[in-house]
């Protein structure tokens, strides 16, 4: 079994910074990808920031600039750092795992909010 456990999140100011972290833990080889997803309501999910096991990382159009994501390859964590926030940043945020051998994982989903 394996588990994506999410930290971080809640209420913050435009303009402002929250910081989101992801542990997996369980029977865990290798992670392929590892990422974070978000879904406002109303909305398909979409993907916010990503890396490969090769080191190639994805930022969409939305957050480029503004996030970064980082990985702690010892502790199979993720860390996402979002500066500036905005208003349409607001949704609920999943980190996905794509496991070796296991396959892909979601968390339970962190609510970020952005509003004055």
């Known amino acids: 079994q394996v588990q994506l456990v999410e930290s971080g999140g809640g209420l913050v100011q435009p303009g402002g910074s929250l910081s989101l972290s992801c542990a997996a833990s369980?029977?865990?080889?290798?992670?392929?990808?590892m990422g974070w997803y978000r879904q406002a309501p109303g909305k398909q999910r979409e993907l916010v920031a990503a890396?490969?096991?090769?080191?190639?990382?994805y930022y969409s159009e939305s957050v480029k600039g503004r996030f970064t994501i980082s990985r702690d390859n010892a502790k199979n964590t993720a860390h996402l750092q979002m500066n500036s926030l905005k208003p349409e940043d607001t949704a609920v945020y999943y980190c996905n795992a794509i496991i070796s051998l296991r396959g892909n994982y979601w968390g339970q989903g962190t609510q970020v909010t952005v509003s004055s």
């Open positions: 369980g029977s865990i080889f290798s992670i392929d990808n």
């Open positions: 890396f490969s096991s090769r080191g190639i990382t």
